[in-house]
């Protein structure tokens, strides 16, 4: 599959990186205002999804390797968990917030959230690879195949 | 040495769900690292369990663990995210962990029919999460999510095969827990809307206070009907006898012995003793759905001609004798329907490994086409002997103590009929048992048996371990032990709305 | 009451389910009945001219509280809308999965397992 049409492929150029950064923005400010990790995730997973709908999955999987989408799958939820488990260890509870002692609300500070921001790049991580698995698994199994073996070249994508 | 429980209560969630995630990260080639770790995992989770269990009766009540020692009082309302342990979620741990690591030890060679292990024990440490915080959170919105995080393992777990029979089970599985999913959210958000409080203890005292009114009845039926296809109640049954065969043997293990029971029974005897508060006619209706399932269960049980299928309606048959003891509402009852569940969580996960067994050896889950089997596989036969006796109530094994104790409830509460319908049906059990027995086991060996081994050591040892457990259940009656084990878990239930809220509240002023 | 408009939808979501012969129909019914759930859930929460939850320095509990929309329902459907992903997600896989292997969608024409 070689994708869609060059005018697609153009803007899809223009606008991806775009998109990607909007999601890391909906992320990063996701303590503050509306967004967060799953939103944010959302967004940035879109980001991937329109690659692969205007370029073909070959391209797609070129800009992110399908091994390397599951293990930061994995990685994303073992992160969420880490922080929750760092907390239990330093702070005596689970999920304690330990950051907040030292920054708490102080504008402009990274850490003004505690570990909140961390967490919401942890789920972030672990959405946006999630949904492009999702997406890009389901959109190329083939219907007709005797083989499970992933083959996206014979499933056209419109 | 005194244990601190508040530190170590998280990590029954958090040992499953960090090896959900580790393990599918080993990939295909360290099957081997994998198998070892998932049975370090459920090993470490029994412990875990055990000295919950033991540290919760040191340390006295109840205790109540706040999510990051986050909560906010606002309009009189606490919100925060909460685990509870009492005598019935210790119990409950207890169990799932146990019969957890037994699976776990049997699949590490069970599984070599199938590929993609390490998915298979992520799925698997994931349902075990899912189950761990649903009998250990205390607020209705957390008992959805994790009862989803269970459920959605065991979908995917049931079509693991990816055989026709196997994605079609799955199928109508997934379908029928999905729209009981719907309802349970749709009755919680109902909930919510009237009383503003999620967590179980407020709701309770908001409910008493203002009274049971037409919104929070809605909220019940469809509580009640939600949780009833989860916990596979006659009238919403359909998709057991499809789900649980069809899934590896460990899997219908785990299914049949703790998952109905953790997301479908302990969730339905929580919310009706401690949220709603039993009434008569409450317990009536729960008492009629058991007796039907019981009945319905047990004659359709005695019609199959496929081992693994006739082991799940049979599950459908026990799961009623405990809704219909706890339906009682009487503090025998209550302990007898819970004495009831922690065996039937034993045996029935012991038959379905040994018809694993079977299957591994002969390929085969049709009871005509065994017989003799006991002769070349003695463990095997052995051990679903054992089971089958205990399920079936022969004298020394647990499954008789909690079936007497059933019928003998039933009497005192002067429930007639329902104790007459448990004996009936207790006699369905064994002829059905006996029949598996003398088909599968004993008579002639036929020819194409001869070839027949024993199974591999890892999957004696777990099948030995349970059937040992099966004898040694039957010491919960003891007078020592009752005491530690079974009657706080049925004072939990007893105590109903007005104990559970003292329980939680009464900590929720102390630091923590 | 235009909650009954959710109950309604539900309602059509449950008998999408319950009538519909093609699993992908059936897959749709039940995406149904969850958008009823969640749009419920947000109206359990919402309040006329409420603001955004959000806390901004100088609010009290007192004054959020009487102010804002309720954000718990919020934070509720978010974690419904992430199970149902997951859940439809799994749905599709395996009606996919029933294709290849029975050739058709339609469940009257699934049905191996009996008894």
Same mark, same amino acid.
């Given at each position: 599959?070689?994708?869609?049409?060059?005018? #697609?492929?153009?803007?899809?150029?223009?606008?991806? /990186? &775009?998109? %990607? $950064?909007?999601? *890391?923005? =909906?992320?990063?400010? +996701?303590?503050?205002?509306?967004?967060?990790?799953?939103?944010?995730?959302?967004?940035?997973?879109?980001?991937?999804?329109?690659?692969?709908?205007?370029?073909?999955?070959?391209?797609?999987?070129?800009?992110?390797?399908?091994? #390397?989408?599951?293990?930061?799958?994995?990685?994303? /939820? &073992?992160? %969420? $968990?880490?922080? *929750?488990? =760092?907390?239990?260890? +330093?702070?005596?509870?689970?999920?304690?917030?330990?950051?907040?002692?030292?920054?708490?609300?102080?504008?402009?500070?990274?850490?003004?959230?505690?570990?909140?921001?961390?967490?919401?790049?942890?789920?972030?991580?672990?959405?946006?690879?999630?949904?492009?698995?999702?997406?890009?698994? &389901?959109?190329?199994?083939?219907?007709?195949?005797?083989?499970?073996?992933?083959?996206?070249?014979?499933?056209?994508?419109? | 040495?005194?244990?601190?429980?508040?530190?170590?209560?998280?990590?029954?969630?958090?040992?499953?769900?960090?090896?959900?995630?580790?393990?599918?990260?080993?990939?295909?080639?360290?099957?081997?690292?994998?198998?070892?770790?998932?049975?370090?995992?459920?090993?470490?989770?029994?412990?875990?369990?055990?000295?919950?269990?033991?540290?919760?009766?040191?340390?006295?009540?109840?205790?109540?663990?706040?999510?990051?020692?986050?909560?906010?009082?606002?309009?009189?309302?606490?919100?925060?995210?909460?685990?509870?342990?009492?005598?019935?979620?210790?119990?409950?741990?207890?169990?799932?962990?146990?019969?957890?690591?037994?699976?776990?030890?049997?699949?590490?060679?069970?599984?070599?029919?199938?590929?993609?292990?390490?998915?298979?024990?992520?799925?698997?440490?994931?349902?075990?999460?899912?189950?761990?915080?649903?009998?250990?959170?205390?607020?209705?919105?957390?008992?959805?999510?994790?009862?989803?995080?269970?459920?959605?393992?065991?979908?995917?777990?049931?079509?693991?095969?990816?055989?026709?029979?196997?994605?079609?089970?799955?199928?109508?599985?997934?379908?029928?827990?999905?729209?009981?999913?719907?309802?349970?959210?749709?009755?919680?958000?109902?909930?919510?809307?009237?009383?503003?409080?999620?967590?179980?203890?407020?709701?309770?005292?908001?409910?008493?206070?203002?009274?049971?009114?037409?919104?929070?009845?809605?909220?019940?039926?469809?509580?009640?009907?939600?949780?009833?296809?989860?916990?596979?109640?006659?009238?919403?049954?359909?998709?057991?006898?499809?789900?649980?065969?069809?899934?590896?043997?460990?899997?219908?293990?785990?299914?049949?012995?703790?998952?109905?029971?953790?997301?479908?029974?302990?969730?339905?005897?929580?919310?009706?003793?401690?949220?709603y508060g039993w009434t008569p006619e409450l317990g009536m209706a729960l008492?009629?759905?058991?007796?039907?399932?019981?009945?319905?269960?047990?004659?359709?049980?005695?019609?199959?001609?496929?081992?693994?299928?006739?082991?799940?309606?049979?599950?459908?048959?026990?799961?009623?004798?405990?809704?219909?003891?706890?339906?009682?509402?009487?503090?025998?009852?209550?302990?007898?329907?819970?004495?009831?569940?922690?065996?039937?969580?034993?045996?029935?996960?012991?038959?379905?490994?040994?018809?694993?067994?079977?299957?591994?050896?002969?390929?085969?889950?049709?009871?005509?086409?065994?017989?003799?089997?006991?002769?070349?596989?003695?463990?095997?036969?052995?051990?679903?002997?054992?089971?089958?006796?205990?399920?079936?109530?022969?004298?020394?094994?647990?499954?008789?103590?909690?079936?007497?104790?059933?019928?003998?409830?039933?009497?005192?509460?002067?429930?007639?009929?329902?104790?007459?319908?448990?004996?009936?049906?207790?006699?369905?059990?064994?002829?059905?048992?006996?029949?598996?027995?003398?088909?599968?086991?004993?008579?002639?060996?036929?020819?194409?048996?001869?070839?027949?081994?024993?199974?591999?050591?890892?999957?004696?040892?777990?099948?030995?371990?349970?059937?040992?457990?099966?004898?040694?259940?039957?010491?919960?009656?003891?007078?020592?032990?009752?005491?530690?084990?079974?009657?706080?878990?049925?004072?939990?239930?007893?105590?109903?709305?007005?104990?559970?809220?003292?329980?939680?509240?009464?900590?929720?002023?102390?630091?923590? | 009451?235009?909650?009954?408009?959710?109950?309604?939808?539900?309602?059509?979501?449950?008998?999408?389910?319950?009538?519909?012969?093609?699993?992908?129909?059936?897959?749709i019914g039940l995406g149904i009945m969850e958008y009823a759930v969640n749009?419920?859930?947000?109206?359990?929460?919402?309040?006329?001219?409420?603001?955004?939850?959000?806390?901004?320095?100088?609010?009290?509990?007192?004054?959020?509280?009487?102010?804002?929309?309720?954000?718990?329902?919020?934070?509720?459907?978010?974690?419904?809308?992430?199970?149902?992903?997951?859940?439809?997600?799994?749905?599709?896989?395996?009606?996919?999965?029933?294709?290849?292997?029975?050739?058709?969608?339609?469940?009257?024409?699934?049905?191996?397992?009996?008894?």
């Amino acid at each position: 599959m070689t994708g869609m049409t060059v005018i #697609v492929k153009t803007v899809t150029r223009w606008t991806a /990186a &775009l998109i %990607f $950064l909007y999601g *890391a923005y =909906v992320v990063a400010y +996701g303590h503050l205002g509306p967004g967060g990790g799953f939103a944010g995730g959302v967004i940035l997973a879109c980001a991937y999804i329109l690659i692969t709908l205007a370029y073909g999955g070959e391209h797609a999987l070129r800009v992110l390797p399908r091994a #390397v989408a599951s293990r930061l799958d994995s990685f994303g /939820a &073992l992160a %969420f $968990l880490a922080l *929750a488990l =760092v907390g239990m260890v +330093g702070g005596g509870l689970f999920f304690t917030n330990w950051l907040q002692q030292k920054w708490a609300g102080k504008a402009f500070h990274v850490f003004n959230g505690g570990i909140i921001p961390l967490a919401n790049v942890a789920i972030a991580i672990k959405v946006c690879m999630s949904l492009f698995l999702v997406f890009f698994i &389901l959109s190329s199994v083939r219907m007709f195949g005797k083989d499970e073996q992933i083959d996206f070249r014979s499933k056209e994508v419109d | 040495m005194k244990i601190d429980i508040q530190t170590i209560l998280p990590l029954a969630i958090a040992i499953p769900l960090g090896m959900g995630f580790i393990l599918p990260l080993l990939g295909k080639k360290l099957t081997r690292l994998a198998d070892v770790a998932a049975n370090l995992a459920t090993a470490s989770l029994v412990c875990l369990s055990i000295i919950l269990l033991v540290g919760r009766l040191q340390g006295g009540g109840a205790e109540v663990y706040w999510m990051g020692g986050w909560r906010i009082t606002a309009g009189g309302t606490v919100f925060g995210i909460n685990l509870v342990l009492d005598g019935l979620s210790a119990l409950m741990l207890v169990l799932v962990s146990v019969v957890s690591f037994a699976s776990t030890l049997f699949s590490s060679r069970y599984m070599d029919q199938y590929t993609g292990r390490s998915k298979y024990y992520g799925l698997f440490m994931l349902m075990i999460a899912g189950m761990n915080g649903c009998v250990l959170t205390g607020d209705m919105f957390n008992l959805f999510v994790f009862l989803e995080i269970a459920a959605v393992s065991s979908y995917a777990l049931v079509a693991f095969g990816c055989e026709s029979d196997e994605l079609e089970a799955s199928f109508k599985y997934l379908i029928l827990g999905c729209v009981a999913s719907s309802f349970i959210l749709l009755s919680i958000a109902l909930l919510y809307a009237q009383f503003g409080a999620l967590n179980m203890a407020q709701l309770g005292e908001r409910m008493a206070e203002l009274g049971v009114n037409k919104g929070s009845l809605l909220a019940l039926m469809m509580l009640l009907a939600g949780l009833g296809v989860k916990a596979a109640l006659v009238p919403f049954h359909a998709w057991l006898p499809d789900a649980h065969p069809s899934a590896p043997a460990p899997i219908s293990a785990m299914l049949s012995g703790v998952l109905i029971k953790a997301i479908g029974v302990y969730a339905i005897i929580r919310v009706v003793f401690n949220v709603y508060g039993w009434t008569p006619e409450l317990g009536m209706a729960l008492m009629v759905l058991g007796t039907l399932s019981m009945i319905v269960g047990g004659v359709l049980a005695m019609r199959q001609g496929d081992f693994k299928r006739l082991l799940a309606y049979s599950s459908i048959s026990q799961i009623g004798y405990v809704v219909l003891a706890i339906g009682l509402g009487t503090p025998l009852g209550i302990l007898a329907g819970l004495f009831h569940l922690a065996n039937h969580a034993i045996f029935k996960s012991l038959l379905f490994l040994t018809s694993g067994a079977v299957q591994y050896r002969t390929g085969t889950r049709q009871l005509d086409e065994m017989g003799g089997l006991a002769q070349k596989m003695p463990i095997t036969g052995r051990t679903c002997l054992v089971g089958s006796m205990s399920i079936a109530g022969i004298p020394p094994f647990n499954g008789f103590f909690s079936k007497l104790l059933i019928i003998i409830a039933c009497v005192a509460a002067g429930r007639w009929g329902f104790a007459l319908c448990a004996v009936i049906i207790s006699i369905v059990t064994l002829a059905y048992f006996l029949k598996v027995q003398k088909n599968a086991f004993y008579g002639k060996l036929k020819d194409k048996w001869a070839q027949v081994r024993e199974v591999p050591l890892t999957m004696q040892c777990s099948m030995v371990l349970l059937a040992v457990l099966c004898v040694a259940m039957g010491l919960l009656l003891v007078p020592g032990l009752r005491e530690a084990v079974l009657e706080p878990a049925r004072d939990a239930l007893y105590q109903g709305v007005k104990g559970y809220q003292e329980v939680v509240m009464t900590l929720l002023g102390s630091g923590g | 009451m235009i909650y009954v408009l959710c109950l309604i939808l539900f309602l059509v979501g449950l008998y999408g389910v319950l009538s519909q012969k093609n699993l992908i129909k059936l897959i749709i019914g039940l995406g149904i009945m969850e958008y009823a759930v969640n749009m419920f859930l947000i109206m359990v929460g919402y309040r006329k001219d409420g603001k955004a939850p959000i806390m901004e320095s100088g609010t009290g509990l007192d004054k959020f509280l009487s102010g804002a929309v309720d954000p718990l329902p919020q934070a509720m459907v978010l974690t419904a809308i992430v199970i149902n992903l997951a859940v439809l997600a799994l749905a599709i896989a395996i009606a996919m999965r029933l294709y290849q292997k029975y050739g058709t969608y339609d469940i009257t024409e699934i049905r191996r397992l009996r008894g």
